[in-house]
C-alpha cells in the first residue's frame, strides 16, 4: 500500500524487497551503512516482526557520513527482529488479513507525515 502511493513520487525512491521483515531490515542496514539517515524507526509500532509480512522504513536519499545513531538502532533491531521471528509460528494469511497489515504499516508511514 505504501508502494502503490509513493510510487512515481518525483521526490521519492522506493525500493520494493519482495522479503520479509528481517530482509527489509537488511536491506536499511546496508543502506544505513553507505552513510543513509535512518528517518523512521525499523521497529515503530506494535506489530511485532513475526507477526506482519509488511515494513516500511524510511531514509535518506543522500548519503552523508556515518550515523552511528542509525547503525546502533538498525543493528539492535535486526537483532530483535531474528529473535522475535524465531519464535513467530507460520501462518498463512488470507488477503484480508494481509490488507489489513498493509494498512497498519501504511498508517505508521503516513500517521506521521
Do not use: W
Not at 8 to 34: M, N, P, Q, W
Not at 65 to 90: N, R, W, Y
Not at 97 to 106: G, H, M, R, S, V
Amino acid at each position: 500500500m505504501v508502494h502503490e502511493k509513493l510510487k512515481g513520487e518525483a521526490s521519492s525512491t522506493i525500493e520494493f524487497h519482495d522479503t520479509d521483515y528481517l530482509g527489509v531490515l537488511k536491506a536499511v542496514r546496508d543502506k544505513i551503512h553507505l552513510g543513509h539517515g535512518l528517518l523512521t524507526h525499523p521497529l515503530s509500532g506494535s506489530v511485532k516482526p513475526g507477526e506482519t509480512p509488511y515494513k516500511t522504513v524510511i531514509i535518506t536519499g543522500e548519503k552523508g557520513s556515518l550515523d552511528e545513531k542509525a547503525i546502533s538502532i538498525i543493528e539492535e533491531s535486526t537483532q530483535t527482529c531474528v529473535k522475535l521471528t524465531k519464535k513467530a509460528k507460520k501462518r498463512n494469511l488470507n488477503e484480508k488479513i494481509l490488507a489489513d497489515f498493509q494498512l497498519i504499516d501504511y498508517d505508521l508511514i503516513f500517521g506521521k507525515f
